[in-house]
């Protein structure tokens, strides 16, 4: 009986000094992760219980790892109207880096949920920095899309909108050739600020 005991111990010894070993091995290698993580979203929240970083899809259906910070969202949009309080709404994304259908883009919003920078690739797969006030885009660096934005698309400008001034380079084809050629605009027309009607 006493060699039985003595058997059955050693077996379960070897058998747990056996999974020990093993990970011992492991977080000294390093190669053989536990686990993966998996999930729909992840969420980060704030001492209060409030999300202040969401990594998922949000209510655009873009694939988002979004950011706010711990101050309040506040209830009522600039327009008067009553705003959502979540991190799925786009206005409540002080930073965000995501992708919107096939489009990368990476925006930073004021408090009052309108967007002042943003960097994004365009339909023409070229990229396209604005930044904007509080009355909308005032500057835009990057590539010019036409209407039908496409990989021909070689327009390349540093914009101050509304169309008041522009420098750049324009892409033009000459006779199964294309030229660039360089521009400067601007525009001595007057337009009432925040945009109204020109003077």
């Known amino acids: 009986m006493r060699q039985t005991l003595t058997a059955i111990v050693a077996v379960i010894a070897g058998f747990l000094g056996g999974i020990l070993g093993d990970r ?9 992760p536990d686990q993966v993580v998996r999930g729909h979203r992840f ?66 919003r004021a408090p009052d949920g309108r967007p002042r920078v943003s960097l994004y690739i365009g339909k023409s797969n070229k990229p396209l920095l604005l930044m904007e006030d509080e009355s909308g885009p005032r500057l835009g660096l990057g590539i010019s899309e036409s209407d039908t934005a496409n990989a021909a ?28 050629q360089g521009f400067l605009m601007v525009n001595k027309d007057k337009l009432e600020y925040p945009y109204g009607q020109l003077k």
């Open 24 to 32: 011992a091995m492991r977080a000294i290698d390093g190669r053989h």
């Open 43 to 108: 969420e980060l929240l704030d001492a209060g219980g409030n999300v202040i970083s969401l990594w998922g899809v949000d209510a655009m259906r873009s694939t988002v790892l979004a950011f706010r910070s711990h101050d309040p969202v506040p209830r009522e949009g600039p327009d008067g109207t009553l705003r959502s309080i979540g991190l799925d709404d786009p206005q409540n994304q002080e930073t965000v880096i995501g992708v919107s259908g096939a489009t990368p883009f990476l925006d930073f």
């Open 153 to 180: 698309d070689n327009d390349w400008a540093l914009s101050f909108l509304p169309d008041r001034a522009a420098i750049g380079m324009l892409s033009r084809p000459n006779q199964g050739r294309s030229y660039v």
